[in-house]
């Protein structure tokens, strides 16, 4: 199961959206009123179907509001395959120290920097390679409304949860 987990408004559920197309059920999450949206995307050129979950924003892993907690606990009950934090790009910095608790907490996660489109309007520029190197996970640009990095974005979730998949180019 892919977990997509962010700050409020940072484009989560429309990356959702965009990952999982028609193949997807909203629920209460069981004792709560939090309403969380689960799909099915199909990764790399097999086409292998992996869950994909859009959890409630959350700031941190410290919980204050029943939708943090109830994205806390997806998180550490369910155990992702992979974590995937959507990030602000126009706030990358202020947005970071949720990156590396997700890391301390032993997940395995990736980062999209998403609003590029925005964050390029205000003049903010950003080293993603660099990031990604300092960080040690992967690390991709995108700006969901227009599908920029989408691309680059689907090959490293399938190189994460379907390494087999992603090496093999062709299928037979
Ligand atoms: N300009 C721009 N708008 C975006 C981008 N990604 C999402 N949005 C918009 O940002 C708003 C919040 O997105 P949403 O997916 O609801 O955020 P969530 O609260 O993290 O689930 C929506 O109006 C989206 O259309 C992006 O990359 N660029
Ligand atoms: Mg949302």
Redesign the pocket.
Known sequence: MIAIV????????????RLTGAYVTVSNYPGTTVEVARGRARLGVCGVEVEVV?TP?MYDLFPLTEEERVARRILLDERPTLVLH?TDAKNLARMLPMTLELMEAGLPIALAV?????AEERGVSLDLEALERRLGVPVVG?????G?GLERLREILTACVDPDAAAIRRCH
């Open positions: 962010g700050a409020p408004n940072v484009g989560k559920s429309l990356l959702f959206n859009d924003g959507v998403n609003l590029m489109d925005e995108t700006v969901c409304t227009s920029l």
